[in-house]
């Protein structure tokens, strides 16, 4: 059973940071890409940032480049997602993902999102 379960999100004021956590089970979590990807409300859903299995390689949304870091300790099975100078466009619903399909959006497993808010 593939589980996927974040945390780390709240409510923060503008110019704010918050890092996210994703621990996974249930999966050979070292041997798959790894995504974050949210959703505002009467949005739909936005890739935001991936980190490629092996070389660790990372991409990002150009809404969030310079300001968000995806990581992974595959030791520990867990993927992380820092998010600094927050801005209120990025109240969302974040979902950590398994694997990067970004055209199609069809990934692997998602988990239960944790609600990321930025108001002042």
């Known amino acids: 059973e593939v589980q996927l379960v974040e945390s780390g999100g709240g409510v923060v004021q503008p110019g704010g940071s918050l890092k996210l956590s994703c621990k996974a089970s249930?999966?050979?979590?070292?041997?798959?890409?790894m995504s974050w990807v949210r959703q505002a409300p009467g949005k739909g859903p936005e890739w935001v940032s991936a980190?490629?299995?092996?070389?660790?390689?990372?991409s990002y949304a150009d809404s969030v480049k310079g300001r968000f870091t995806i990581s992974r300790d595959d030791a520990e099975k867990t993927l992380y997602l820092q998010m600094n100078s927050l801005k209120p466009e990025d109240t969302a619903l974040y979902y950590c993902?398994?694997?990067?399909?970004?055209?199609?959006?069809?990934?692997?497993?998602w988990g239960q999102g944790t609600q990321v808010t930025v108001s002042s």
């Open positions: 249930g999966f050979s979590f070292s041997e798959y890409d």
């Open positions: 980190i490629l299995s092996g070389q660790r390689s990372t």
């Open positions: 993902a398994k694997d990067f399909p970004i055209a199609t959006m069809n990934f692997g497993a």
